[in-house]
């Protein structure tokens, strides 16, 4: 009954139902709040109880709905997780970790062995994944279960053959919401951050990559289901380039131990974004036009470098797509967004260079990496830069060994506190890396 090890899911989601009847441990779906309120216990939301009532008189969970309905007339079958035994893992990096990566690594290793969490803070194209490998290979000797989960599918399509290729005789599963696979018992998980909701007191050490980002961030939902996923001891570990208020705000205070990486693996400082005023950009593009300030920037960088341009809304996009070929009808471009179904496509072109610039919706902010790239974000003052959006937008730029001369501007027409906080940001981790001798000078 190793599949239930762990794990808090409902009937129909077991293989060997017949043998989990006999077995498993029956937890209770939800829990009376109050005489008007009911919790769910799988993803802790709280609902009035008359707007969640079922014919059967039965109460359901809408909040979690697309994990499978959680109702009152089912239970959660569970069995918990094995102590740790002791064990060889074979370990197959032969990477070299940076000065600055090691001490993050080390950090994290001492945590582990104490059981304590840490968030690592770690600006854009640092190479953080590696810095987990030392402590994923100590915790699965030591007979630990660990976890490796992120709120975006395509950060976890991309670090599960990463970590497979590290721990290559360790069996590991993935996990997301659009896999077909069936569920089996692994020590080592990767998982979007939804499927933590599917279990119980699990892991030894779980470690959240880009903690900061949708839907987990402000996401009541998915914190409960970190916090179901965990042992009572355990290392929860908090990755991200962009931390949150909240996180700052517990570091601040002493409540988490942080470690900092100000500096890339390259040793150059983090590119800081420039500002240029374009007035009335928005009222431009809707009547089809490309602002000047535009154009002149996209003539400069363009000898240089591709270009990618950050835009606000997918219409503004569409409009300023053709608007911008009108002006370089002999640069290749394309515009990309989230709802584009041929997203990895246009992605792949412009990696391979096949477009010299390419257009896009916040969608692009993170997770990607493009060889020799400027970037431009239009209407830096929108509210969908948030300060974590414009650096990590920034973060495009500048990821490889070779130097490139990228650039990153903010054209906007009234700066904001978001601008300047990013540009604020970015310095100090600048400063900082320099102190620390993480970085060389040009
Ligand atoms: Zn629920």
Redesign the pocket.
């Known amino acids: 009954m190793k599949e239930l090890w762990g794990r808090k899911v409902l009937k129909k989601e077991i293989e060997h139902i017949e043998q989990a009847e006999r077995q498993s441990q029956k937890l209770v779906t939800m829990q009376d709040v109050n005489e008007k309120t009911i919790q ?1 216990l ?2 802790g ?1 709280i609902h009035n109880k008359n707007t969640v009532q079922l014919a059967n008189r039965h109460y359901f ?1 809408p ?2 709905i697309q994990l499978g309905r ?1 109702d009152t007339s089912h239970e959660f079958y569970h069995l918990p997780e094995p102590n740790p035994v002791k064990r060889t893992v074979n370990f197959a990096w032969e990477g070299q970790l940076t000065e600055g990566q090691q001490a993050v690594s080390n950090d994290l290793l001492e945590s582990v062995k104490k059981g304590e969490s840490r968030m690592i803070w770690a600006v854009t194209g640092a190479g953080k994944t590696e810095m987990l490998f030392e402590t994923i290979h100590y915790s699965l000797e030591r007979g630990f279960r660990v976890g490796i989960a992120s709120p975006r599918v395509d950060v976890c399509l991309e670090l599960f053959p990463r970590i497979q290729a590290v721990f290559p005789e360790e069996p590991t599963i993935l996990l997301h919401g659009k896999m077909e696979e069936q569920y089996r018992y692994n020590k080592l998980v990767v998982c979007t951050t939804h499927q933590l909701l599917r279990f119980f007191q699990a892991f030894d050490v779980l470690i959240i990559d880009e903690v900061d980002a949708f839907p987990f961030v402000d996401n009541e939902l998915l914190q409960y289901g970190v916090g179901q996923a965990i042992k009572q001891t355990s290392s929860l570990v908090y990755l991200t380039a962009t931390p949150t208020k909240e996180l700052t705000k517990k570091t601040a205070q002493n409540k988490l131990k942080t470690s900092i990486l100000p500096a890339r693996y390259h040793r150059r400082v983090l590119p800081v974004p420039k500002l240029k005023w374009c007035s009335k950009w928005h009222e431009k593009i809707k009547k089809g036009n490309s602002p000047r300030t535009l154009v002149t920037k996209i003539r400069t960088l363009v000898t240089k470098n591709d270009v990618l341009i950050f835009c606000p809304s997918i219409s503004l996009m569409e409009k300023l797509k053709e608007a911008v070929e009108k002006h370089f009808p002999e640069v290749p471009l394309a515009c990309v967004h989230s709802q584009d179904p041929e997203r990895l496509e246009k992605v792949l072109k412009m990696r391979n260079k096949e477009y010299r610039i390419l257009l896009t919706s916040t969608i692009l902010e993170r997770g990607v990496t493009f060889d020799g790239v400027s970037v431009i974000v239009l209407g830096a003052n929108h509210d969908v830069f948030a300060t974590s959006a414009l650096v990590q937008i920034a973060g495009r730029v500048d990821r490889r060994k070779e130097y490139t001369a990228g650039e990153v501007w903010f054209l906007h027409d009234g700066c904001t506190k978001a601008m300047k906080e990013a540009i604020k940001q970015i310095k100090k981790m600048n400063t900082l890396g320099i102190e620390r001798g993480l970085i060389d000078e040009m």
Do not use: M, S
């Open positions: 769910c799988r993803c939301q969970c909040a979690c959680v």
